[in-house]
T-cell receptor
Framework: NAGVTQTPKFRILKIGQSMTLQCAQD?????MYWYRQDPGMGLKLIYY???????DKGEVPNGYNVSRSTTEDFPLRLELAAPSQTSVYFC???????????FGQGTRLTVV | DAKTTQPPSMDCAEGRAANLPCNHS???????VYWYRQIHSQGPQYIIH???NNETNEMASLIITEDRKSSTLILPHATLRDTAVYYC?????????????FGGGTRLMVKP
């Protein structure tokens, strides 16, 4: 049971480039989330999904897109990367009932 | 979502109990209180959660006041490995996305 897996772990992007951060969970969870964490700050919600085919914006969605075509995968797309998107990105998932959310180990992204 | 207020930092002597307070005065009747911690820049780790009764597990105890407007996380015998940022979170209901909204947390320093 791998839990929540994020790839890549590290990435350096140039301004204007695009990339997709991958997130996969093997727990058959309906709810999945993307957060970003800037240095010394708490996590901020970017996008979330309550099930396959359903996504919604969180607190800081600008500059990002998501899709949820399967229960297992919830990729986060960055278009036209900007230095302000330099951050650590965490993916999380949780089941239907009020149970703990599991987090991935994060993707550290630097935009230069 | 209900907001939480935590002290930004606390110290604790190794082997002593660490008592971390949290205020959540706007919590609704069906919202749970969750506690997570984050060590260095790892993914947040679940500790415990509760609705209105006190809860205990192998990691910690959670004491929720009768009016549910505040709670305390207790680490009974703190070790150096408990040094981390601790987040108190009021979780959104299932029909509102079920997400965890992170504040600034409390940075707990356990000292020898």
């Amino acid at each position: 049971n791998a839990g929540v897996t994020q790839t890549p772990k590290f990435r350096i992007l140039k301004i204007g480039q695009s990339m997709t951060l991958q997130c996969a969970q093997d727990m058959n969870h309906n709810y999945m989330y993307w957060y970003r964490q800037d240095p010394g700050m708490g996590l901020k919600l970017i996008y979330y999904s309550v099930g396959a085919g359903i996504t919604d914006k969180g607190e800081v969605p600008n500059g990002y897109n998501v899709s949820r075509s399967t229960t297992e995968d919830f990729p986060l797309r960055l278009e036209l990367a900007a230095p302000s998107q330099t951050s650590v990105y965490f993916c999380a998932s949780t089941g239907q009932m009020n149970t703990e959310a599991f987090f991935g180990q994060g993707t550290r992204l630097t935009v230069v | 979502d209900a907001k939480t207020t935590q002290p930004p930092s606390m110290d604790c002597a190794e082997g002593r109990a660490a008592n971390l307070p949290c205020n959540h005065s706007t919590i609704s009747g069906n919202e749970y209180v969750y506690w997570y911690r984050q060590i260095h820049s790892q993914g947040p780790q679940y500790i415990i959660h509760g609705l209105k009764n006190n809860e205990t597990n192998e990691m910690a105890s959670l004491i929720i006041t009768e009016d549910r407007k505040s709670s305390t996380l207790i680490l009974p015998h703190a070790t150096l490995r408990d040094t981390a940022v601790y987040y108190c979170i009021v979780r959104a209901p299932l029909n509102a996305g079920n997400m965890l909204t992170f504040g600034g947390g409390t940075r707990l320093m356990v000292k020898p």
